[in-house]
């Protein structure tokens, strides 16, 4: 800037928005009275030569945030956030190299409430018991933005933008916003689009001037934790057919090219997650996440995380093991053990068949790992509940599995799930293993696209706009395809040519 | 609005935006989090019929400030607000209705750091200094708004806009902007336009969404006060030169027409306002505010503030004095005084001549009220300052008096002050004395204006955008026409053609 004279005295904001509207171009730029109050100090301790930061608004302009002096560096930092029901992810990212620089996990301090969605919007029903979430999950977040600002050696102040991707419940307890009506017919949310909020008002405590970017929701139970996957996985943007399905308690399928996008969302029951068996755990150290038997030897060779002596299984590894067993014959196409071929790993407990996967002596819990009757049977109508909703999506738009170029599988589970076991199971389709792409955390990924990219974050607003929701009508036709997927693989077996029960065939090698 | 069903499952605040911009039209309509949080329950409780508050914003586009039910007769409330250095008014308007509801004024409290704009500059270069300059009159701005509302009947939330005049560094202190570089050559202001800002951010608890509207400065020496008093006038309005003069410690003078507006100020001093005199005082009981000499008796014949015993004198009355004892000629053409007109009224204290003007036992105080001759020095100073500037800015542009259609005298002093008397003096220019209108607090009249019209609060920055600040330069040729106007009238009698010197003419007959 010039520096002020007798002849040129503009006032120092007004000078400063006068040269920023150089770079920028005649359109507004604001600012906010905490900036103005430290303008006069820091134009003149820099010889009215700095560095602006400025932001993007929504409408239109921009709004400038904080200035700098120019002999400085500035390293500025941004936050993505998957802000999950269970599971909160944070990453740091260098917005102006584009790099990530750190990542942290935590669960979701609200679990405390109710660990599903439904418990935390009962809770929130209160005003104080809504606010006790909204600072319970802030509060979290505060801390572990500092935790991990600590680590990475950045300042607070420096991480000047953030990006939440949260289902609508989680975007609305964030913002303290009453989720009430969201479980509640006509399934109304508060706002679909909060768009841009200012960090304070979020209660995160980064810099004070930061945007906070909230994914848009399409509506009650389709979030911007899956609009954000869907920018992840590009769906959005592709000449051909994809699909993509987070896999949880609830069943997100998405399916779509650059024209049209429809999805819906439907209960398939926490099974798929290694939910409901009595061994069963989230993912942790000893636990079992893939599992092979040896056609030769008839052994089951068990990997664990962190090599531990296992202690439960999760989701991808009950998946390997069921199609494992089904393969071998241990159990029918209805999912029922069979008690010849299970031999003496065949037991029963208070009237129920389990399956004796290891023995106590083998264990790190010191107790025997097993998966009863009753796991196998809930874990059966799991997987027909995920067919169903998937070939009822595609019904919808008149379309067969076959019509699927990518197929891509979201989620921490996703990730971790073994495609071939679930086809075996018929979980998915039976298509070639290519078309299945496990993306994990899609959630975070969008998030930090869009931290980083305000293209990223108009293209939400289309996604967004472009998504139809479809409602799964639980109708007797839908009836009848549940129950003719509630058999391993399938009724129709001609759908699952890949699939040879009792063969004893190997779906993939293990690593 | 269309309550929500299955098939119009829009969001609430959605839902509410669109139907309010079915009125607005297409701009954007901003809302914040803290409305969005009421908005669910609002909208149910009044079976989604409801009225909307609305305010517009600078750029483009409009605010959701608040709803309310169909069902209540909804007032709104305004206040206007003069920030004056001394004194500060409040005046509250029924927005609906355009009336004044109340008013109150009240001495500003940052005096207790220096009656002058110096001392509070000064006292505001150490950040706690500026905060407590802050605090102070917001804190008691606070206290005198709920006491206002508390006559009137209102609640504080339903102030739901303000409008603030002040001059630029009363305008910096209530941001808490550092005034340090006002003062400093070359003259920058933190901001000349701080626009529109949320009460909150002000300090000032009303509706916390009303927005503030500051009005703009032309520079460090121009204030938003004097844009309110042009916007006021309408002097910006006119095919024909008018002039507004605020006269205090600071001359303030504004020359212009629909085309240019030159304004200019200078250091008058204190005397015009009766603060230099032994016996000046500022309006209140017993304070005289007219003085009229009877030619035939010789009697002076006093008005007091209230009709009370006279206790000291304010500024309209000491200017009434003095042309009374110059058109008798107890004062001669230097503002000295003529013992042999005076007689037994005269005396001598300290080696100084002063006149009395009440004996003791006439008075309220029960003191002699006197007029020194230091006095009368000292307004003779300041009612040649005025002129000397007056006819300066007159022939920067010129003209000379005579081109003046309007002569806008503005301030509580403006309102008081006796044109034929000042034109006695030679204090402002001999015009037919219906050119002179006193117009009581311009600033208050325009900030009233800028309250209830966004067309008023347009003007203020087109006025701030064409009026012209002339430095006013105290060369050898301003010091020439000072001295010439250190006479009473004037060296030069042709310019008071009406003016009679010892004459015991009358200048208007007293009310």
């Known amino acids: 800037m010039d520096p002020p004279s007798l002849r040129d005295n503009t006032a120092d904001v007004e000078r400063l928005l006068r040269c920023l509207k150089r770079v920028l171009g005649e359109e507004e730029v604001s600012v906010g009275l905490h900036l103005i109050r430290r ?10 030569e700095v560095q602006a930061l400025v932001h993007e608004k929504e409408g239109r302009g921009w709004h400038l945030m904080d200035i700098y002096p120019t002999t400085e560096e500035i390293s500025l930092y941004g936050l993505a956030v998957d802000l999950g029901t269970s599971t909160i992810v944070l990453r740091l990212m260098d917005l102006l190299r584009g790099n990530e620089v750190g990542e942290v996990s935590f669960l979701n301090p609200q679990i405390g409430a109710g660990s599903d969605i439904l418990a935390r919007i009962h809770h929130a029903a209160d005003p104080r018991g809504l606010q006790e979430l909204q600072q319970a999950v ?16 950045v300042e607070v102040e420096q991480v000047v933008a953030a990006s939440l991707a949260g289902n609508t419940t989680m975007t609305h307890l964030i913002l303290g916003l009453d989720p009430y009506w969201i479980c509640r017919e006509p399934y109304i949310p508060v706002t679909n689009a909060p768009g841009l909020v200012k960090a304070e008002e979020a209660g995160v405590f980064i810099h004070r001037e930061a945007p906070v970017f909230l994914f848009p929701n399409v509506g009650s139970y389709l979030g911007g934790d899956l609009i954000a996957g869907i920018l992840a996985c590009g769906l959005h943007r592709g000449d051909e057919v994809s699909i993509l399905v987070d896999v949880g308690t609830n069943a997100e399928v998405v399916l779509g090219n650059r024209d049209w996008i429809v999805a819906c969302a439907g209960a398939a ?52 093991l069921v199609a494992q067993l089904f393969l071998a014959g241990m159990i029918d196409a209805r ?20 399956f004796v996967l290891v023995p106590a002596p083998d264990s790190g819990s010191g107790q025997d790992l097993c998966l009863a009757q009753t796991d196998l049977d809930a874990l059966v109508r799991s997987k027909a509940a995920m067919y169903t909703i998937l070939t009822t999506v595609l019904q919808m738009v008149h379309l067969t599995p076959k019509d699927i170029r990518n197929f891509y599988v979201a989620g921490t589970f996703g990730s971790y799930i073994h495609p071939p076991s679930a086809v075996t199971l018929g979980m998915i389709p039976d298509l070639p ?29 289309i996604i967004r706009n472009r998504v139809t929701y479809v409602e799964l009508n639980v109708n007797q036709e839908f009836m009848g395809l549940f129950n003719a997927a509630r058999f391993i693989p399938h009724t129709d077996r001609g759908l699952f040519p890949t699939v040879k029960a009792g063969s004893g065939g190997v779906p993939g090698v293990m690593e």
């Open 335 to 354: 999912g029922k053990l069979v008690p010849e071929k299970c031999g003496e790993r065949l037991r029963e407990m208070d009237g129920v068949a389990e």
């Open 138 to 153: 802030a509060g979290k977040m505060n801390q572990e933005i500092g935790r991990l600002c600590g680590e990475c050696k």
């Open 39 to 48: 303008v006069p100090r820091l134009l003149r301790e820099n010889q009215y």
């Open 433 to 461: 293993l290519e078309t299945y792409r496990p993306l994990g955390n899609t959630s975070l990924a969008g998030a930090s696209r869009a931290l980083v990219s305000s293209v990223a974050r108009k293209e939400a607003g």
């Open 269 to 320: 029951g926490p099974a798929l997650e290694g939910g409901v068996a009595d061994m069963g755990m989230m993912a942790g150290p000893g636990v079992i996440d893939r599992v092979f038997r040896d056609p030769g030897s008839g052994q089951f060779r068990l990997r664990t995380i962190e090599s531990r002596p296992p202690v439960g299984i999760c989701g991808s590894g009950l998946i390997d």
